[in-house]
């Protein structure tokens, strides 16, 4: 079932984003795809830090259009209202349209009409990012990096099995698995030793650490993680 997202540009728009990517990396899927392509051209700008999980997204997305492209054809999205608007018109209402009859006009202050003429600014917005789109499928080189990630789990009853498949099963762009081994570390506990290569414009080991190894579902079998070693390709 599609995905529905209205006024976009709005407080309330940016609140219901970033509310919905808590749990989520991309708009539909585990991969970037067309869905995230639709509502990214249809922010005016990036989110601000205090929509935390929507500005992590709007700047994969836009790396991800800035080097590798998105090919994923996603579930489909529609986004209804998103007219940009600036933080003025958010704190007030704009000025009544003339053509808006009298009834409108008496209409309460939050009866705000989010559908008027494009500013100069909200039309190169949106040319800066259709050439973003269009330069999406153009390749640039980025840097690598071979990273040997320690998993250690909560104690000698943890099932070590289940602990690596936890951890294989987080799949982000950019991120790929190599080779794994456990290795004692003492009283019967042993911890997992396995090998990723990232993008590096595309992946923080930090944020792979924080935001999903270390958080629900996964943390029932992973108590901790360390790098162990980090080296560019």
Known sequence: MAVAFHNLNSVSG????????LTRSYIS???ASKDD??????????PSAEYVNASRWYKHIDALLRISGVSGEGAGVTVEGSAP???EAVASPPVTDTKASAAEEEDDDDDVDLFGEETE?????????????????KKKESGKSSVLLDVKPWDDETDMKKLEEAVRSVHLEGLTYGASKLVPVGYGIKKLQIMLT????LVSVDDLIENYLTVEPINEYVQSCDIAAFNKI
């Open 121 to 137: 600014e909200e039309k190169k917005a949106a040319e800066e990012r259709a050439a973003a789109v269009k330069a999406s499928g």
């Open 85 to 87: 608007i600036t933080e």
């Open 29 to 31: 899927g585990y991969q």
């Open 37 to 46: 392509i639709t509502v990214y051209s249809s922010l005016a700008k990036a």
């Open 14 to 21: 940016f609140k219901k984003l970033d509310e919905y990517l």
């Open 198 to 201: 990232i993008v590096d414009d």
